[in-house]
């Protein structure tokens, strides 16, 4: 077979695989206007894929959702962390219920905090941490994770973990390169010995065989969003934006006989909510005794303020596959889709997907209107879209993993599906017709690295609708290919966060 006569057959196999499982471009972490400013709650990426072997030793589905874009290492006295007042959910559709964008199952993480010791100005670190939770990191987290079975009604706590420190630098020379606070962060860990300490400290084993994570890691989305909302006046090669900035990532290892075996495709989305109404009391001004003893007493007062968010929880943002919202929903409607679930976004949002308009800007910014018309009737579009959920085939073994997205080109992270033999095996479809082989990343689940930019833009130029389709690349997409930081081939698999101490924001060049 020619290169051009495989290139279509593969072509047409990306349009079956996208139509037969309901299932393009990334989060640049602002999707919508309202949430941009409530950053604890602003979702940055969600990703879901199989692992053959998790933490507990059995097949797993890993899901993990990011939240609080941008954070700069390093900062004081204050510094990022989880919101106590925020109910984080993963949401993981099974059955009918995928197809329907409806969840079966929930898993929320809640968190509390304390301050040790409130009396000094030395917020978060009063030496350097040598464990998670040791007299020198004053101030703590806590988080519960609970599975709620929408199904049965019923609710069910897995168990509870810590949050480690972020990385400060000197205060938390466990992060970085040779125990070093001076250094630079460690780079990815090919075993679960190989983390950093703080890292494998706080890897939680719950009840059922289910491994949690919380905590500050690497943002490892990498893309030129600058120039991509600069009028798509891209470089080559492109800068990394979030290069530099780290995030806060919520990571649970799912053992996949928890949700029915492997034999099936699920869905995967996530949200964040905040409680409808926040009680004021009519003396918090006027009492100021009451004012004193809070000073004196912050667990207390922490108590206090928990007690005013009361009410029904809110949905103020969801997240689902990469640049749905930001790239292809109008204005208009962005607030919208962060306050609805995918169940209704057939009626709402189906028209963003069919006739998307970032093909005809880019046709016109890029193309100078000499591409053929592909920004109306995007049926294919549609159906990886609506509803909006990452579907993930856990009947194949284990998908690919890499370093940084760009350093493994047998198993094109940057590539429109399976081009470059990115496959795996299905046992319950075979939309390509080639014996069950689909591919190993991105749309089918997400995979840290996966070049979701490029594969999106490739997708978006590109006609599916037809047979042959009509296969359009274009090189080198936003010209960043790898991010800025190793990722991890283990648990909690994201980024070791970037040192506050030394690191910078000079963006990742692409190879």
């Known amino acids: 077979m020619n290169k051009v006569s495989h290139m279509l057959r593969v072509g047409a196999a990306v349009a079956s695989l996208a139509l037969a499982s309901n299932s393009l471009v990334a989060s640049s972490h602002q999707d919508a206007p309202l949430v941009v400013l409530d950053p604890a709650a602003n979702t940055t990426d969600v990703y879901a894929f199989v692992v053959d072997q998790g933490v507990n030793q059995v097949k797993s589905l890993v899901v993990a959702l990011g939240?609080?874009?941008?954070?700069?290492?390093?900062?004081?006295?204050?510094?990022?962390?989880?919101?106590?007042?925020?109910?984080?959910?993963?949401?993981?559709?099974?059955?009918?219920?995928?197809?329907?964008?409806?969840?079966?199952l929930s898993y929320q993480f809640q968190f509390t905090s304390r301050t040790k010791n409130p009396n000094t100005t030395l917020y978060n670190y009063t030496g350097v941490i040598t464990n998670v939770d040791?007299?020198?990191?004053?101030?703590?987290?806590?988080?519960?994770?609970?599975?709620?079975?929408?199904?049965?009604?019923?609710?069910?706590?897995?168990?509870?973990?810590?949050?480690?420190?972020?990385?400060?630098?000197?205060?938390?020379?466990?992060?970085?390169?040779?125990?070093?606070?001076?250094?630079?962060?460690?780079?990815?860990?090919?075993?679960?010995?190989?983390?950093?300490?703080?890292?494998?400290?706080v890897i939680t084993p719950l009840s059922s065989g289910y491994v949690s994570f919380a905590g500050q890691r690497d943002d490892g989305f990498y893309a030129d969003i600058r120039a991509i909302f600069d009028l798509l006046t891209l470089h080559d090669p492109g800068k990394d934006n979030q290069g530099g900035f780290n995030i806060h990532l919520m990571?649970?290892?799912?053992?996949?006989?928890?949700?029915?075996?492997?034999?099936?495709?699920?869905?995967?989305?996530?949200?964040?909510?905040?409680?409808?109404?926040?009680?004021?009391?009519?003396?918090?001004?006027?009492?100021?005794?009451?004012?004193?003893?809070?000073?004196?007493?912050?667990?207390?007062?922490?108590?206090?303020?928990?007690?005013?968010?009361?009410?029904?929880?809110?949905?103020?943002?969801r997240q689902g596959n990469p640049l749905f919202n930001e790239g292809l929903v109008a204005i208009v409607d962005k607030d919208l889709y962060g306050r609805t679930s995918p169940e209704t976004d057939g009626v709402l949002f189906r028209k963003y997907a069919e006739n998307p308009e970032l093909?005809?800007?880019?046709?016109?910014?890029?193309?100078?209107?000499?591409?053929p018309q592909i920004a109306t009737g995007r049926t294919d579009i549609a159906a990886i879209y609506i509803p909006d959920l990452i579907k993930v085939d856990l009947s194949t073994t284990g998908t690919h993993l890499t370093a940084t997205g760009g350093d493994d080109p047998a198993h094109g992270f940057s590539r429109l599906s399976i081009f470059g033999g990115d496959v795996l095996h299905s046992t319950v479809q075979d939309p390509f017709g080639n014996g069950g082989f689909i591919p190993a990343g991105w749309p089918n689940g997400r995979r840290f690295g996966d070049d979701v930019v490029d594969i999106a833009v490739d997708a978006i130029l590109s006609d599916l609708r037809v047979v042959p389709p009509v296969i359009n690349t274009f090189p080198p997409g936003d010209g960043v290919t790898h991010n800025d930081m190793n990722y991890n081939r283990v648990f909690p698999y994201e980024s070791t966060p970037q040192n506050g101490r030394i690191h910078g924001h000079h963006g990742a060049a692409a190879n």
């Open 251 to 317: 990571a649970l290892e799912i053992p996949v006989s928890q949700i029915g075996g492997d034999h099936q495709i699920v869905g995967v989305y996530a949200t964040t909510s905040r409680q409808r109404v926040r009680v004021l009391r009519d003396d918090d001004n006027k009492d100021k005794d009451r004012d004193e003893d809070r000073d004196k007493d912050k667990d207390k007062d922490k108590e206090r303020d928990k007690e005013r968010d009361k009410g029904p929880w809110v949905q103020v943002a």
């Open 134 to 201: 040791d007299a020198a990191q004053n101030f703590v987290q806590t988080y519960t994770v609970t599975k709620v079975d929408h199904r049965a009604r019923t609710r069910r706590v897995l168990g509870t973990g810590v949050v480690p420190p972020n990385n400060q630098g000197t205060a938390t020379p466990f992060y970085n390169r040779d125990d070093d606070g001076e250094q630079p962060a460690r780079d990815g860990a090919l075993t679960l010995a190989d983390l950093d300490r703080y890292t494998r400290q």
């Open 359 to 371: 093909g005809a800007l880019i046709n016109a910014f890029l193309l100078g209107g000499g591409a």
């Open 67 to 104: 939240v609080y874009p941008f954070e700069e290492p390093g900062i004081g006295p204050n510094k990022f962390n989880f919101d106590d007042n925020v109910l984080y959910e993963i949401h993981v559709a099974l059955g009918p219920d995928r197809a329907a964008g409806r969840a079966t």
